[in-house]
């Protein structure tokens, strides 16, 4: 336990990122499986559960919910884009193959790096950028834009999700820079996310068998599990650094895929997965020789 504790900063948020790419494809699997049901509805329960997982962590260990001032509007924002991110992912869930939207939902490393140069003040070198144009392109082969393809609009969707995630963890590195535990950031997200989603689950409720219940149960308790890891990887290390493995979530999900779905990525897909996966590694590489003092 005491050598945990020593660890490095970055190896603790390996551990972590790989560990909430695991829950989160998990959670994925869970959502397509709970059927045809409002995306509303999923995100409610999905985030009704970490909510109430958050709020046990807050009492078991006596957290205050008090936050800096500096931080409230922080807290705030990063619900707010969190909870369009999970709106959007949860819809292309219900349209797309498991293994496409979640690499397009895995866009959000890249938009993370993006932000950060107007939010953390990071700049972004003429190489980077290029890593980041990159990724794009991959995108674009699992996107396969056309207006025959009704796909389309779905994936784009899937797309803009995955900046609002990029966006929502680029504020969970402010927060944690800021003294915010990573206890108190899931409970406040969850607990927004669930009262933005409420009045259509009242209004708008669509009947669900026990079996249904029960997988949303599931996906509620690997999100949460997925929440507190990745908050906790962005708290302990920048963007650059880890987010190369958030994109192992790709393996798992076209894993959970082909055995649980049967689904089988075509050649374009697969490129993308291969073009979006070398673009992470490489900016992976480069931010190593830059910190090694090997770059300039």
Not at 13 to 25: K, T, W
Not at 125 to 147: D, Y
Request: aromatic share 12%; hydrophobic share 55%.
């Amino acid at each position: 336990m005491k050598k945990i504790k020593e660890m490095d900063p970055l190896y603790k948020g390996i551990i972590l990122i790989i560990s909430s790419a695991f829950f989160f494809a998990l959670m994925n699997m869970f959502v397509s499986l709970s059927g045809d049901l409002p995306s509303f509805q999923k995100s409610f329960f999905r985030n009704l559960i970490a909510f109430i997982f958050a709020g046990g962590v807050l009492i078991k260990n006596k957290i205050s919910l008090k936050v800096p001032r500096q931080a409230v509007l922080p807290l705030l924002l990063r619900s707010f884009f969190g909870t369009i991110g999970i709106l959007c992912n949860f819809y292309a869930l219900g349209v797309l193959d498991l293994a496409d939207a979640s690499i397009l939902n895995k866009m959000s490393p890249f938009f993370a790096i993006l932000f950060s140069t107007f939010i953390l003040k990071e700049k972004i070198k003429p190489l980077q950028l290029l890593i980041v144009t990159g990724a794009l392109i991959g995108a674009v082969c699992v996107i396969k834009p056309s207006f025959a393809n009704t796909l389309t609009a779905p994936a784009l969707i899937a797309l803009f999700g995955g900046m609002c995630a990029g966006l929502a963890y680029t504020l969970v590195r402010v927060l944690g820079k800021r003294g915010v535990k990573g206890a108190v950031i899931v409970f406040v997200f969850s607990g927004i996310s669930c009262l933005v989603t409420s009045p259509y689950l009242i209004f708008s409720y669509a009947p669900m068998s026990s079996k249904q219940l029960v997988i949303l149960i599931l996906a509620g308790l690997a999100a949460a599990g997925g929440q507190f890891t990745i908050t906790a990887a962005y708290c302990y290390a920048p963007a650059k650094d880890v987010s190369v493995y958030d994109y192992s979530q790709i393996i798992f999900a076209a894993g959970l895929g082909f055995i649980v779905f049967g689904q089988i990525p075509d050649l374009l897909s697969i490129t993308g997965y291969i073009i979006i996966v070398s673009m992470a590694i490489l900016m992976f590489v480069y931010n190593k020789k830059k910190a090694a003092g090997q770059l300039r």
